[in-house]
């Protein structure tokens, strides 16, 4: 007699087997599935955007399904008929460790885990340490690798981990009950579905993530709303052997590309990493608080969680006391009462190999390690900071042995702007910036001063002119042709800032370039002249101030001096000018930091296309006085007689416009003009532009 066969509907495949193992694991772990059911799988994300929910027990059976597709497609010589059930169990135990609002409460366990001083114990971490062991001592690893893997998970580095390990502990805790209830299973099979769930070195677990991507991506795309992709397993595991568990080509392809986007679109889109890493900061200081119990991240669903993070009542009905505050928080976060907006976002940026994500955090804000310095910053000084490791194959540039790679995303509050708090984050970075995450800070800075949040920068002439000077310079007879071959080892040895160095771009793009020409390509000198001056305009200010790396910058300034008093055309005079001030400043050393942004043009799209970009300005000085407080200096250049009314409009406009962004911040404003071209005295002269503030 046949076995009867029965189907689960399915909003992606329309309908799926019911197997015997899924009925008996279902059956044993109701409770589980159950809660599985109330968890959604896309986890914050529903959050931030509207669209259409599914919950992580629908994914876990499409995981299961791929599994089997899998297993159909695939002969016994691939994956022989020993390791075929562990998979299914594997894939069937996948999920159930995962927490309330997913990948967003693991890492939040493993942040809450870090907290204190290292000398003091962490209960959240002895906690997490416990149930990765019980594991881990079932998989007959050494302790070097025990170790390793452990340090990985609690850096961070490997967060998305810590649900399946907490799956694991579930099997492993069922394991006997589960044994005795499907025919065939022994001791050896449980360390085989343990290395499936958690080992990244073992065949299974590729495999098992395999299937697990190609039901997320699909499904994924189908409740977001995009393009709906619908790969038959006979295509997608064609390709797979042995040894090589991957995608057929094709439909890799198809996969990968609909990852990507829906990773950009929306896995890690700015305002959903804003909001995760405001829900970690909330949801660790309640984890660390006193009251909380860590049984209720096991056991609550997405709807009984929130009401606790939320409003401080378990699922008893119960008060629980957790501290005011962050309830409150926590609710103002999901009323969208909290919003911080995106003001950088800086893509391969090298710290030391020994640091994680949660050293880099401490190092940026300028905190040292605390139960809650790490997550009260945001909420006392406007600013919240999502650092994240990156992956080496996904550079444009190698990475030195010893620095590793990470991506560093700066937010602010749109209800507490602090230009000091931006500035001081910035001034820790400066050491570790290649060119690009400079130009990238530019902008992002210029989008906070603009009053219509769109500008380019147009500073091709300046840029020109100093090139102009350098070449003058490079040529005289009293350099005897070094002159910049000698400024740059003179920046080079200065071991403060020897962490330029260690990054691709600055290194080998412009130092080596500039090394290149000057030892092997003399002739074609004129080749580097404005890339050495783009990359000079993009070092940390202080580099170039140094007694030893000053003194370069003193015969640039005095040759624009004396070439804007001798042979410039009346058309160009302007522009050295403006290069002569820009020299000028990046002189002074004023404050604890500067940062400058010169050529910026405020872009209007309301306006028509040949007047939309009238308004600019020279050069605009930030920085943080010695007091600590941020400044902001707006400087019009002119060579005009009329320079007051040429500028007066759109210089006050900047100005009041700045001060209601950041109303703390003290702003001057200055023309520069020529102390008196008339008798040839072109030396710079301030005057008060009349727009200021304190």
Request: hydrophobic share 35%.
């Amino acid at each position: 007699m046949n076995e009867k066969h029965n189907f689960r509907y399915d909003p992606l495949y329309r309908i799926i087997d019911e197997i015997e193992e899924m009925r008996i694991v279902e059956g044993k772990l109701k409770s589980l599935y159950d809660r599985l059911k109330r968890i959604n799988n896309l986890g914050l994300i529903p959050e931030v955007f509207e669209m259409a929910r599914y919950p992580k027990y629908e994914h876990g059976i499409g995981t299961l399904h791929q599994i089997n597709s899998l297993l159909d497609v695939t002969d016994r010589n691939i994956i022989p008929s020993k390791y075929r059930r562990p998979l299914i169990l594997a894939s069937l135990f996948l999920h159930l460790g995962h927490f309330p609002y997913t990948y967003s409460t693991e890492r939040t366990l493993l942040l809450a885990s870090n907290l204190g001083h290292q000398s003091k114990e962490n209960r959240i971490k002895k906690y997490v340490g416990r149930k990765i062991k019980k594991v881990l001592n079932k998989m007959g690893l050494d302790d070097e690798r025990k170790r390793n893997i452990l340090d990985n998970i609690f850096s961070l580095r490997d967060y998305k981990l810590l649900y399946r390990y907490f799956s694991a502990e579930i099997l492993v805790e069922k394991w006997g009950n589960l044994k005795d209830k499907i025919n065939g299973l022994s001791e050896e099979d449980l360390e085989v579905i343990i290395k499936d769930l958690v080992d990244k070195e073992n065949d299974g677990y590729r495999y098992l993530s395999l299937a697990d991507k190609a039901d997320f991506v699909q499904r994924d795309a189908l409740y977001f709303g995009t393009v709906r992709i619908d790969v038959s397993p006979k295509h997608l595991y064609s390709g797979i052997s042995r040894y090589n568990p991957i995608f057929s080509l094709s439909e890799e392809r198809l996969i990968e590309y609909n990852f990507n986007y829906l990773t950009e679109r929306f896995y890690d889109n700015s305002i959903v990493i804003c909001f995760s890493r405001l829900y970690e900061k909330i949801v660790a200081s309640l984890i660390i608080s006193k009251n909380f119990k860590l049984e209720w991240i096991e056991k609550y669903d997405d709807a009984q969680f929130k009401r606790l993070i939320c409003d401080g009542i378990d699922s008893n009905n119960n008060r629980t006391r957790l501290p005011s505050t962050w309830l409150k928080r926590a609710k103002d976060l999901f009323e969208k009462g909290i919003s911080f907006s995106p003001i950088f976002d800086l893509k391969g940026v090298f710290f030391q190999k020994e640091k994680d994500v949660i050293d880099i955090e401490y190092e940026l804000i300028g905190k040292r390690e605390s139960e809650r310095g790490l997550l009260t910053y945001p909420f006392d000084i406007g600013i919240l900071l999502a650092v994240d490791y990156l992956d080496k194959d996904k550079l444009d540039y190698p990475v030195h042995p010893n620095y590793q790679a990470f991506s560093v995303r700066v937010f602010q509050d749109d209800s507490n702007r602090s230009l000091e708090a931006l500035l001081s984050v910035i001034k820790n970075l400066s050491h570790y910036l290649s060119f690009s995450h400079v130009d990238a800070i530019r902008r992002g800075l210029a989008n906070q001063l603009s009053w219509t949040k769109e500008v380019r920068f147009s500073n091709e002439a300046v840029i020109s002119s100093i090139s102009e000077i350098l070449q003058s310079l490079e040529s005289d007879q009293y350099n005897k042709g070094d002159f910049i071959e000698k400024y740059l080892r003179s920046i080079s040895n200065i071991s403060t800032f020897g962490e330029l160095w260690h990054n691709f771009e600055n290194q080998f793009v412009w130092k080596g370039l500039i090394d290149y020409f000057l030892k092997q390509h003399r002739k074609e000198l004129e080749k580097i002249y404005e890339p050495f001056t783009k990359g000079l305009l993009s070092l940390p200010v202080r580099l170039l101030q140094y007694k030893s790396t000053r003194r370069y910058l003193d015969e640039i300034y005095d040759k624009l001096l004396e070439k804007i008093s001798s042979d410039v055309s009346n058309d160009k005079k302007g522009d050295f000018f403006e290069a002569l001030w820009l020299i000028n400043r990046i002189q002074t050393k004023r404050g604890r930091f500067q940062f400058f942004l010169n050529g910026m043009v405020v872009v209007d799209p309301d306006r028509p296309r040949k007047t939309q970009d009238q308004n600019e300005f020279d050069v605009i000085e930030l920085l943080i006085d010695d007091t600590g407080k941020a400044e902001c200096w707006i400087y019009a250049c002119s060579i005009a007689d009329d320079y007051e009314s040429r500028n007066r409009d759109q210089i006050t406009k900047l100005s009041d416009h700045v001060h209601g962004v950041f109303p703390n911040l003290i702003i001057r404003t200055r023309y520069i003009i020529p102390k008196d071209k008339n008798t040839g005295d072109w030396a710079p002269c301030e005057e008060d532009a009349g727009r200021n503030y304190n």
